[in-house]
C-alpha cells in the first residue's frame, strides 16, 4: 500500500472537497477537518465491494454468521474481548447509537455526563433531545491530558447522573485511556450505578500503551454498550456500518426498541461487505497505515518545535487528529482561525467546537499523503512564523 499516493477526491461528493462554498469557505482551502483519511481502503475491500456491485442486486440486507465470525476474531486478535453473537446490533452510525443510548436511559432535563473537550457530537446528541451537559473537564497538565476523578465523582454525585458517554480513545487530545484510569472510572461509576457508553471508534490508531475495551469489565457488563465501527480504520465512513455491543438482553431490548421507533431496520448492503472484507484481511494494511500515520506525527512535531516553538502540538497516544495549542501566538481564536483559513488557506476545526476547555487549540487531521501534509505545515509557518 503506497500511502504517498495522492487521491484527487473532488467530484466523488465528498464532503471534504466537494462542499466548501456550502460551508462559506473559500474554493482554494485545503481541508484537513473532518475526521476521514485521505487514503484508499485495502484493495481487498475495494474487490469484495467491486465482486458485490457486480451482481448488480442491492436488496434488503442483513448480518449473517460470517460476518459476526469477522468480527469476533478481529477482536479477539486485537482486543482480547470474547465477543458474543446476541451482543451485537447495527446501527448505521456511531453517533445514531449514541443519540439512542441518551434517549434510552435518561428523561428531559437530565444531566449526561462527558468530558471536555471531547467530540462535539456527544454535546448535540444530549442537547437535540433535550438532556443537559454535565462536563467533568480533562485536566491539560502540561500537553497531557488527564481525567479528573475527584471532580467526575462529585459531578456524578451532584448531578444525579445516570448516563456517561465516554470518548476512548479520545478525540481530539489524543489519549489512549490507561488500565488504571478506566478501572478507576468503572469503580466510581459501580458506586453511584451510572450507565457508560463507550464510544471506541479510533480503538485500532494507537500508538503508545494498549487500547482496553470496556467489553473486559465482566463485572459490570450490564450496565455497558460499546460503539464501534470499521469507519475510520479503514475510511469506509459513508458506508454507514457500525457495530454496537450490548451485552445485557434487557438494555438491548430498550435500545432495539428505540431505534425502531426511529424507523431504521436494515444494514446497508455495502457496509456489510466492506466491514466484513475489512476485518477478514485488513489486519497488513492497518499496520503499514499506523506506521505512516506515526511518521506524520513525528513529522507535524519536529516542525512545530523546530519552526513554531509557541505553537504546542499534544503529543497523540492515538487517534489521528492533533490536538494544537495556538494560545502562545496571543491570537484569539476567531483571529487564529481566520488567518488559518484566509491566509495559510487551510481548513482546521476550531477547538471551541469541542467545549470551552478547547478555547486556544486547533484540531488538524494528520491522515493524508505526507507531502500534503509537508505543505500544509509550510503555509502555517508562513502566516504564523
Ligand atoms: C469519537 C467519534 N465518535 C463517532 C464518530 C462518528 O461516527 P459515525 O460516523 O459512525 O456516526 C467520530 C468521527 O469523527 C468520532 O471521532
Redesign the pocket.
Known amino acids: 500500500m503506497n500511502f504517498d499516493d495522492v487521491v484527487d477526491r473532488y467530484n466523488t461528493n465528498c464532503l471534504k472537497f466537494d462542499f466548501k462554498k456550502e460551508r462559506n469557505k473559500p474554493e482554494d482551502i485545503f481541508p484537513m477537518w473532518?475526521?476521514d483519511m485521505d487514503f484508499r481502503c485495502p484493495p481487498e475491500v475495494i474487490n469484495d465491494l467491486k465482486a458485490r456491485v457486480e451482481h448488480g442486486i442491492f436488496g434488503y440486507s442483513d448480518v449473517d454468521i460470517t460476518y459476526f465470525r469477522a468480527l469476533y476474531s478481529w477482536y479477539l486478535t486485537h482486543f482480547n474481548v470474547k465477543l458474543q453473537r446476541d451482543w451485537l446490533f447495527n446501527t448505521p452510525?456511531?453517533?445514531?447509537a449514541l443519540a439512542t443510548a441518551v434517549k434510552v436511559f435518561t428523561k428531559e432535563n437530565d444531566y449526561v455526563l462527558i468530558n471536555n473537550p471531547v467530540?462535539n457530537?456527544f454535546s448535540e446528541v444530549i442537547e437535540d433531545n433535550k438532556r443537559k451537559i454535565m462536563s467533568s473537564d480533562l485536566i491539560n497538565n502540561n500537553g497531557h491530558y488527564k481525567i479528573d476523578f475527584v471532580d467526575l465523582e462529585n459531578k456524578i454525585k451532584e448531578y444525579n447522573i445516570k448516563l456517561y458517554l465516554l470518548?476512548s480513545p479520545h478525540?481530539p487530545v489524543g489519549r489512549v485511556w490507561s488500565k488504571e484510569e478506566l478501572d478507576k472510572i468503572v469503580e466510581i461509576c459501580k458506586r453511584y450505578n451510572v450507565f457508560i457508553v463507550s464510544?471506541e471508534?479510533?480503538s485500532d490508531f494507537v500508538y503508545e500503551g494498549k487500547h482496553i475495551c470496556m467489553l473486559n469489565y465482566q463485572d459490570y457488563l450490564d450496565n455497558i454498550i460499546v460503539?464501534t465501527?470499521p469507519?475510520?480504520t479503514f475510511n469506509l465512513?459513508g458506508l454507514q456500518t457500525?457495530n454496537i455491543f450490548i451485552p445485557n438482553q434487557n438494555v438491548r431490548n430498550k435500545f432495539m426498541k428505540e431505534v425502531w421507533a426511529t424507523g431504521y431496520s436494515n444494514i446497508n448492503a455495502l457496509g456489510l461487505v466492506a466491514c466484513k472484507s475489512a476485518y477478514e484481511h485488513g489486519d497488513k494494511w492497518l499496520k503499514e497505515l499506523i506506521e505512516y500515520l506515526k511518521g506524520n506525527v513525528k513529522l507535524v512535531e519536529e516542525y512545530f518545535r523546530e519552526n513554531l516553538p509557541n505553537i504546542k502540538v499534544t503529543h497523540p497516544e492515538g487517534t489521528y487528529l492533533l490536538w494544537i495549542d495556538f494560545s502562545g501566538t496571543n491570537l484569539i481564536d476567531e483571529e487564529v482561525t481566520n488567518k488559518l483559513t484566509y491566509e495559510a488557506k487551510l481548513w482546521l476545526n476550531s477547538g471551541i467546537k469541542y467545549g470551552k476547555s478547547g478555547k486556544g487549540f486547533q484540531r488538524l487531521n494528520i491522515a493524508l499523503p505526507r507531502s500534503e501534509l509537508q505543505h500544509a505545515l509550510e503555509k502555517i509557518k508562513e502566516v504564523f512564523g
Open positions: 473532518v475526521a452510525g456511531v453517533v445514531f467530540y457530537p470518548c478525540n464510544d471508534i479510533h460503539c465501527s469507519s475510520k465512513a457500525s
